[in-house]
């Protein structure tokens, strides 16, 4: 099974390494920090670039991967069944969206 997600990169390096600036503010029913807003400016931990610009959308593919003796490729002896195996989802880069 494929879904299409967004994976935040680095504009320069492509690394996943990525944050961006944000204002909380502390509630105290809470008891905790509460994000009040995203700001514009973004930095990559990976190779420094820093910037409005310096993180970029791209459109991935999370792609399910189930272990050869999962439960789900039973056929054509059984019946396939549910996941036994944890599955792993990959994530595979089909385009970015900013069109690079």
Known sequence: MSTTVIKKICSVCGSADVIRDAIVAWSEPAQA?????????????????????????????AITIHDSDCATHNEP????????CGFETRLIAKRSLLGR
């Open 77 to 84: 002896a059984q019946p396939n069944g549910q996941c036994d």
């Open 33 to 61: 920090w509460e994000l009040v807003s995203v700001l514009d400016n973004g930095d990559c931990n990976a190779c420094g670039n820093s910037g409005n610009s310096a993180i970029e959308d791209v459109e991935v593919d």
